[in-house]
């Protein structure tokens, strides 16, 4: 029985509509910022890992499920890329998958947290890695939603939302005025793209916001991978574009360079990852269900 | 406190390396048959399920993710579909996509242990559904591996293996031996297919399983999907054909005619979910990592 207690109390878990997602191993940090709970974990299997209000955000072995998917769609097939805005990713992971482009001569980081940043680095460093020490980095500490809503159009050829569900600080990274003005501010043949949550734990939501950024840019489709960490592990990201479906598009040499260094993304898993929409996610998108 | 130990009491959790899965509700029934632990369990989430020596198998809100992927590719794309093999699936569900199609004239569903029949029929009716009532379904109870060693050669149009983990009494679903004895009772222009673990979870027997089963059969892929109660929510399925990559083709007729009634696949589901290897797997699959 002591055994057994001791096993117990060891667990970290994500409880979400009755189910429970959790990892074995020890809290090293947990605190309150001005915007939320964070918790640094260091978990058996996947290593280090972030949580923001209790829900799983990254760790170190899991983090290329969720950065990959989120970050290569876009910068493999948006025209130019020499301007990227990332809103969120306060642990450095999309930033560092977009270093990898030679084109990207700036990133603009847009996190409100900064604490979420300075834990990550001191806790986290090999998720952000280069992204910590590269020039074309540019770290701001604001409010994301302000930061699209003040910034001038036509100024960016990639935006990522990089965010968490929409709650807390989250809440208005998911709504038509936000992807209004992402859309104002992005390059024609840029590429945006946002985390847009699970297909079967945030069914409604993930409906809502492809339904939505579908109401602002002419072209938008989800994309569907696994995030093991997050609820349902079942994950998706949604693409948008002004000219074309051009996320659909990667250009090769890109992605032949990049594909080197990916665990999960290369041209045929994302083209396969576009086109696997289940059943009741097509029908509630065409109003059937 | 009190309210905080009864919620901790009201879980039940699928452990499995660092990681577990958890389900909020009640245990309606625990046993020890000749062969496995058996619960059911009552869950707020996804209504009543069944569990095999503490493993998450099956849930009446979520089967479907698991027996459509399962059974759909391979019936929609076998030459004939007459006659039909299922080792385990023992709740039902199998057999119950299975007599979907008018052209399945007879189900040989072959489970080891009798008592997963009597607690899905009591307690998960609507998995088996039509399955406990057709009588084109024949159940024996006895081991899959020996009825595949002792069944006739070229007796089955389709071979669908719906047993659990390779420990217990589904290991030997998973050697060349048994993958041989399967494709010696196959009939030429039929399907075989079994689920293959999580790329994720189960990395090792994953590649291990495809890498056995290309060793017997000419033609065999593997699909992904989600199963967001098992390891890692990433799961798949492989299938396996003689004359050629068959299971990549659907018939059209058959095809339209089931996809009425499916909540994920659909012939783009198919052809996506065929296509999403991830980078990981594929270089593993080529002794490259």
Chains 1, 2 share one sequence.
Request: glycine content about 6%; overall charge positive; proline content about 3%.
């Amino acid at each position: 029985m002591t055994q057994k207690q001791t096993y117990i109390e060891s667990w970290l878990d994500e409880t979400h509509e009755g189910v429970r997602y959790g990892l074995e191993g020890k809290v090293l940090v947990e605190e309150k910022s001005s915007f939320q709970k964070i918790t640094i974990f260091d978990s058996k299997r996947y290593g280090k890992s972030l949580l923001l209000d209790n829900c799983w955000m990254t760790a170190e072995l899991q983090e290329k499920h969720y950065h990959e998917c989120l970050v290569h769609p876009a910068l493999c097939s948006a025209e130019k890329i020499s301007k990227v805005l990332i809103i969120g990713g306060g642990d450095g992971g999309t930033a560092k998958e977009c270093l990898k482009y030679k084109e990207v001569e700036e990133i603009h980081l847009v996190e409100i947290d900064n604490r979420v940043i300075e834990l990550s680095k001191k806790y986290l460093p090999n998720i952000g890695g280069q992204a910590w020490r590269d020039s074309r980095v540019q770290i701001t500490i604001q409010d994301g939603i302000s930061w699209v809503s003040n910034a001038k159009d036509n100024s960016y050829d990639i935006i990522l939302i990089d965010g968490s569900d929409p709650k807390g600080p989250a809440k208005g990274l998911f709504n038509k005025r936000f992807f209004q003005n992402c859309k104002r501010i992005l390059k024609r043949g840029g590429v945006f793209a946002t985390q847009s949550e699970s297909p079967e734990a945030f069914r409604k939501i993930h409906i809502d916001t492809i339904k939505t950024i579908r109401t602002v840019f002419d072209f938008a489709d989800p994309l569907y991978g696994s995030v093991p960490m997050y609820p349902s592990g079942w994950w998706s990201w949604t693409f948008a574009a002004l000219d074309k479906e051009r996320y659909k598009q990667p250009i090769l040499q890109r992605a032949t360079e990049i594909n080197k260094s990916c665990e999960i993304w290369n041209t045929r898993w994302q083209k396969a990852a576009f086109g696997a929409m289940p059943t009741f996610i097509e029908k509630a998108l065409k109003n059937e269900q």
